[in-house]
Structures are given as structure tokens and as C-alpha cells.
Nanobody, 120 residues
Framework: QVQLVESGGGLVQAGGSLRLSCAASRSIRSINAMGWYRQAPGKQRELVARITSGGNTNYADSVKGRFTISRDNAKNTLYLQMNSLKPEDTAVYYC??????????????WGQGTQVTVSS
């Protein structure tokens, strides 16, 4: 129902910034919630940031004050602005969309991921 394509990853030095983009194949206005997850080698996938259709956001404690999630409904795009990057932010970052199927349940869609590498 929706395809997601991430872009904007790359190699940066500690303290630098990147902006990740997630382009959706259709309108995202009605999508219940969208978010960014990341997975580092040898570690489980973790939630980085999430935004609901109503604009409510939440962040992992490790990125609070450094990362900002936003949504541009007109462009069908989700963003993650990452500032003050640290080596421990190195991971593959995935875009997620939770599309409501019924009132009490939804279905998750995932992008292919984009690599972020932060050097010391």
C-alpha cells in the first residue's frame, strides 16, 4: 500500500550533521504514525524517533536534543535531522510507516535502509 525509500545517509565526522529523508509512494497524511529506527552491527533494532499523524513526537533518550523528526505532508516525505553526531550513532537507519487497518491494529511498512557512519 505504501513504498518507502530512504536517502541522505553517508560518512561524517563526530559533531557533524546529516538529514535523512524518507519518500513515500503515496500521501502520508492519513498514516497513523511514522518513525525512524536504526540497527547497528550486533545490536537489535531500536526506535530512534516517531511522529504521529497529529504531530506528536517522541525520541530515544540517546538522541534527545540532537535529532529532530518532521513530516512534510505536501511532499509525502519524512525527515530526520541529525546534529552533533557521535560514533555510537553509526547504524543502518530505516523508515517505518504504521498504517491503521482497524481501530486497534495497524500494519508496518519499511524502507530498505540507509547507512550512517560517524567517524571519530
Amino acid at each position: 500500500q505504501v513504498q518507502l525509500v530512504e536517502s541522505g545517509g553517508g560518512l561524517v565526522q563526530a559533531g557533524g550533521s546529516l538529514r535523512l529523508s524518507c519518500a513515500a509512494s503515496r500521501s502520508i497524511r492519513s498514516i497513523n504514525a511514522m518513525g525512524w529506527y536504526r540497527q547497528a552491527p550486533g545490536k537489535q533494532r531500536e526506535l530512534v524517533a516517531r511522529i504521529t499523524s497529529g504531530g506528536n513526537t517522541n525520541y530515544a533518550d540517546s538522541v534527545k536534543g540532537r535529532f529532530t523528526i518532521s513530516r512534510d505532508n505536501a511532499k509525502n516525505t519524512l525527515y530526520l535531522q541529525m546534529n552533533s553526531l557521535k560514533p555510537e550513532d553509526t547504524a543502518v537507519y530505516y523508515c517505518n510507516a504504521n498504517v491503521r487497518v482497524v481501530v486497534e491494529a495497524g500494519y508496518d511498512y519499511w524502507g530498505q535502509g540507509t547507512q550512517v557512519t560517524v567517524s571519530s
